[in-house]
């Protein structure tokens, strides 16, 4: 199987350069003959400082801001909202990058060859985490001299390495030095260090990258702000990178003893030592999972070249499934900030939506493949940085809203931003109870009960009790009345128009809203059903079993039949619009589904299918998140033909998701979608192959998680299940699906069955085997007992 990403030629634009990191740290590894370039990115490096954004008039205006809208004055209502109970300011400040590694090739050759005379060749391998440059240099030597380069971030030593050699001893010659565009207090270069120092802004946090260069032979002298190297065998350049940021509200580290520590344990290390650890590290979480869709003859092309005929390409599909699962380890690790935006790679100082977090999808879809794809440590960021976010959150439902527990909106940062931003758009408070989701998620695939008592638990708790003081009894006379229901409220981003024609984006009881109430409200009664039902806890439970039972019910238009994003039946002046928010509930969630929920479930296919036909899934994330909709549906040619337009429309060369621009939430939504269709297991027991395309009627998976507790391989011929395995880590009681038409013969272990949902009792630690009997007609008859 190939597991790189190669090319033919070096990045001609960041776009075109390809990623490495440990979470903490990342690089864009550029591939430059005579100029390689290492844009680097340390999670931290952020404008803005925390500030108390509460607005005073939020929580007096609220009572008028809701009475506006059940009178059916929308704009009066945004109007006001927006003068009162936005956060100030209603700005967050960028992520930015650290520094740039220059490494210049002395002498340069004035000859422009092209690429092909030099034997190029750029590549990533997944596998190992390392970026290989080599290519072949004619000038200035009786004999051609072949170069080879490599690049990786550590996550054992936390370091940068870059290793520079070549076929012929003493051919060596590099000038090097570090970069940044702004913000620069100091460039110190002496002995074998590059150090640049600065302060991001008049008063932000400060930074610091520092390099340390160690030869086999030649020398190393200073010359201005920069290192010349020439005459040596070799060289490794170790970098480190850090700034002030301790946590959202402490910035009293000093960068420069950060780096200082981090380098001075890596320099015990020989060059293979540390290249050593941080393959063990990298390998063993991004080998737990092997796939195989097919092959082609593409596979032998670059990668991309292969983007331009995608639907011919499985094993494209699954290097991209890969690629996403090396994108979340390389940008979010434990002990690190959750991925933003961008995952950790910008190099922008004023980035896209300053490369924040926005939890009105995107921070969640980072993590939807984190559970799934077998790198459940992955997740632990996102929790962290959550805890971090509580005391800001309760601030913010205590001044805005008059409310317990806390609270997030639709933009946030690591200084633990909680307020509306933006816009009245912003006044959504939902992104907390979201965020939620992800605490049980974790529980449900691990059944880590420690975490869930310590840490999962109190979260939830804090973002339902938040919810139940939010919801309010809709009036008399409105749609919903009697019913609890969220106000003021958004459908994210999008817009509806009302019966006289006027067109509004701010409303009470979106579809969303209702959905994620729903969610929450399940899941933290499933927590403490988790815990045992303590009984310190048991009036808290009758509130929440009190206010699920009461929130306002979904609907279906009588117009269309489908499921409405609104609790009014409204128009749509954007029918095509890419957040496609009311189908929370078939996807992250599972509160619709074909058996529990048909007519519902029938209502949102027929709104996906009206998005779809008005042009929606335009953008990156948006397309992901219709493979994941589909595979649901159990649709696998509809879900295989986004995974197409997700790759031929929405993927840059270097496989990054192109929203347009860059926003690497399609890549691990993309991820999670083909894992989706593999495997899934949110209606309580387990789907195998639930939607296998025709393009992949032969191969492989091996190491997905289930929720229970369960890891599961799964092989597949001509278009059927051949083979099972499933390891059951807790030896909880598994459930599965016949994967095969009525009446087929099923062995599971040492059971046979015909029944659509058989049980199996397990033990933790040992493994099970689910294969086809086969029998005289048996379609399906391509067991594989081996």
Request: charged share 20%.
């Amino acid at each position: 199987m190939n597991n790189s990403l190669w090319y033919r030629q070096p990045a001609g634009a960041w776009m075109e350069a390809l990623p490495i990191g440990n979470g903490r740290l990342g690089a864009m590894v550029f591939g430059g003959i005579w100029r390689e370039q290492l844009q680097m990115n340390e999670e931290s490096v952020w404008a803005g400082r925390s500030i108390d954004r509460t607005n005073p008039a939020a929580l007096a205006a609220l009572p008028a801001v809701r009475e506006l809208l059940f009178a059916g004055k929308n704009q009066e209502a945004a109007d006001l909202a927006g003068r009162t109970m936005l956060g100030i300011p209603p700005e967050v400040e960028s992520y930015q990058p650290l520094a740039d590694l220059l490494l210049d090739i002395l002498p340069r050759d004035p000859t422009d060859w092209d690429v092909d005379d030099w034997n190029y060749r750029r590549e990533l391998d997944l596998r190992t985490g390392i970026h290989r440059v080599s290519f072949r240099w004619n000038a200035g030597w009786p004999q051609p001299v072949t170069h080879l380069r490599e690049a990786f971030v550590s996550a054992p030593d936390q370091v940068l390495v870059v290793r520079l050699s070549a076929d012929r001893p003493g051919t060596i010659k590099y000038r090097l030095r570090l970069d940044r565009g702004q913000d620069v207090t100091s460039y110190v270069a002496v002995a074998n260090r590059l150090v640049l120092t600065g302060r991001v802004g008049a008063a932000g946090l400060t930074f610091q990258a520092e390099a340390r260069v160690h030869l086999e032979g030649g020398q190393c002298e200073t010359r201005r702000n920069a290192l010349v190297i020439t005459g040596a065998d070799a060289v490794t350049i170790q970098l480190a990178g850090a700034t002030s940021y301790v946590g959202p509200d402490d910035y009293s580290a000093d960068p420069a003893v950060r780096c200082r520590a981090v380098l001075d344990r890596a320099e015990e290390k020989s060059y293979a030592e540390l290249r050593a650890a941080h393959v063990a590290d990298h390998a063993a979480l991004h080998g737990r999972v092997e796939i195989d869709l097919g092959h082609s003859a593409a596979e032998d092309l670059p990668t991309d070249e292969r983007l331009r005929n995608v639907a011919n390409d499985p094993a494209l599909m699954a290097l991209y499934f890969q690629y996403g699962r090396y994108l979340l380890m390389g940008s979010s690790r434990p002990g690190s900030l959750p991925a933003n935006l961008q995952g950790i790679w910008n190099h922008h100082f004023q980035a896209p939506w300053n490369s924040d977090y926005h939890p009105n999808i995107n921070i969640q879809m980072n993590y939807w493949p984190a559970e799934v794809t077998n790198l459940s440590e992955c997740h632990t960021p996102l929790f962290q940085w959550m805890s971090a976010c509580v005391k800001s959150g309760a601030h913010t439902a205590r001044q805005h809203y008059g409310a317990r527990g806390w609270v997030m909106h639709h933009v946030s940062d690591i200084f633990a931003c909680t307020t509306p931003m933006d816009g009245v758009w912003g006044i959504w408070p939902m992104g907390g109870a979201w965020l939620a989701q992800h605490l049980w998620e974790h529980y449900a695939f691990t059944g880590d009960l420690e975490f869930l008592r310590r840490e999962g638990w109190p979260l939830l708790k804090g973002a339902a009790e938040f919810l139940l003081d939010f919801l309010v009894e809709a009036p008399a006379g409105v749609a919903g009345a009697g019913h609890l229901i969220t106000s003021p409220s958004h459908s994210p981003e999008n817009t509806f128009r009302k019966r006289d024609g006027t067109e509004s984006m701010f409303t009470y009881a979106a579809t969303m809203d209702l959905q994620i109430a729903y969610s929450l409200f399940t899941n933290c009664l499933r927590a403490l059903a988790a815990l045992g039902h303590p009984p310190a806890e048991q009036a808290f439970q009758r509130e929440l079993e009190q206010a699920r039972q009461r929130l306002a019910p979904l609907q279906i238009s009588p117009r269309s039949g489908c499921l409405q994003e609104w609790i009014e039946d409204y128009d749509e002046p954007w029918p095509g619009h890419r957040h496609m928010s009311h189908l929370f509930g078939v996807h992250p969630s599972d509160q619709l589904t074909t058996e529990g929920t048909p007519e519902l479930m029938a209502a949102a296919r027929q709104s996906l299918e009206a998005r779809l036909a008005a042009g929606g899934g335009h953008v990156g994330w948006s397309r992901a998140w219709i493979v994941n909709f589909w595979a649901r549906f159990r649709e696998a040619e509809q879900a295989h033909e986004h995974v197409c337009l997700l790759l031929g429309k929405s993927t840059l060369p270097n496989l990054f998701d192109n929203c347009p621009p860059f926003q690497i939430d399609g890549n691990f939504g993309g991820c999670a979608g083909i894992a989706e269709m593999l495997l899934q297991s949110h209606e309580g027991f387990l789907r195998l192959l639930p939607a296998l395309p025709r393009a992949w009627p032969t191969g492989f998976v091996r190491g997905l998680r289930a929720r229970g507790g369960f890891e599961v391989s799964i092989d597949f011929r001509n278009g059927s299940l051949t083979r099972a395995e499933i390891r059951s880590l807790l030896g909880q009681p598994c459930r599965i699906a016949n994967p095969f038409p009525a009446g087929t013969k099923v062995r599971i272990h040492d059971t046979v069955t015909t029944e659509p949902v058989f049980e199996l009792a397990t033990l933790a630690g040992k493994s099970y085997v689910v294969e086809p009997i086969t029998t005289p007609g048996n379609a399906h008859g391509q067991s594989n007992s081996g």
